[in-house]
């Protein structure tokens, strides 16, 4: 069995939600244990083609994904994946190995992807004996704070009025005309650009833990939604590489710097408890 429940004790936000939360933010009761009615995992030897998961109507698919990306997406809070920083632990096997996951819901009509998320933890621990913790550890972190002393964000962070709700939305919504603008937009890519179209500060927070490997926590004290563009040079930044010479980013400053004069945001270095989800046992998946 793994452990659940809320625990505030640190003042960590976790922040895709944005408020206090352990890793498991969705606890099951033991009278309600969601499941998928039928569910497959199979090994996939060419390492090759696309990589990803997705919700499609009642089900939930995966192609050429690592057991650690499962993992990820299991246990991240409803609608989001738990930053890799955030877990600790396993063998080297659910990074190297691939496999492919179809699963359905079955009769309990239609599921929020927060509760395919809890039927996928439900998976993990039947077919590959997954058994996990919360820990909390002390670790640097970064508090996302307003730059200047008036208060005032900068003007490439705008107001926004989309109302966007990630926590089941489980998709990105499109524009219904070629000359709307997409809404509900949060990515940080290659070569350096970040774009959000209606999200939270915790939204951004999120969104940066994943591109810093480092958690970071929601201290501007600025509330509704925003939009925003940035261009950065993404050097030095782990798992990035340089822009090619001609590149525009190449000479942007750097996600730092992008934030700072732009967003009129400043990331500060701190310490802080972060709760970790630490595996403390898992088994290759039997064939099916």
């Not at 933890?121 to 077919?127: D, I, K, W």
């Not at 089941?168 to 000359?179: E, M, N």
């Not at 939204?203 to 940066?208: E, F, I, K, Q, S």
Request: net charge neutral; with cysteine.
């Amino acid at each position: 069995m793994w452990a659940v429940g809320r625990t505030c004790a640190s003042g960590v936000v976790l922040a895709a939600v944005g408020t206090c939360v352990t890793l498991f933010g969705q606890p099951q009761s033991d009278q309600k244990v969601l499941s998928f009615e039928v569910a497959s995992i199979k090994p996939n030897p060419s390492r090759i083609g696309i990589r990803g998961h997705s919700f499609p109507g009642d089900r939930f698919e995966a192609r050429n994904v690592p057991v650690r990306e499962l993992i990820l997406v299991a246990f991240g809070a409803p609608g989001r994946v738990l930053p890799e920083v955030l877990m600790s632990g396993g063998p080297s096997w659910i990074d190297e190995d691939r496999f492919d996951v179809t699963a359905k819901v079955g009769g309990l009509g239609p599921a929020t992807v927060a509760q395919k998320q809890l039927m996928l933890r439900q998976f993990l621990s039947e077919r590959v004996k997954l058994v996990v913790h919360i820990q909390s550890v002390d670790a640097a972190i970064y508090a996302l704070v307003l730059a200047g002393r008036d208060g005032v964000p900068g003007r490439q962070l705008r107001r926004s009025s989309d109302d966007c709700d990630t926590g089941d939305a489980g998709s990105v919504p499109t524009p219904t005309r070629p000359d709307q603008p997409v809404r509900c937009i949060l990515h940080v890519i290659p070569p350096g650009l970040l774009t959000t179209r209606g999200q939270t500060m915790s939204d951004l927070a999120y969104a940066l833990t994943r591109t810093l490997d480092r958690l970071v926590i929601d201290r501007t004290g600025l509330s509704g939604r925003f939009d925003a563009d940035l261009q950065f040079n993404p050097d030095g930044l782990p798992g990035w590489t340089a822009p090619p010479p001609g590149s525009p980013n190449r000479d942007a400053p750097s996600l730092f710097g992008a934030l700072e004069g732009g967003l009129g945001l400043k990331l500060e270095s701190t310490r802080g408890a972060v709760d970790v989800l630490m595996i403390d046992h898992i088994e290759r998946p039997t064939a099916d």
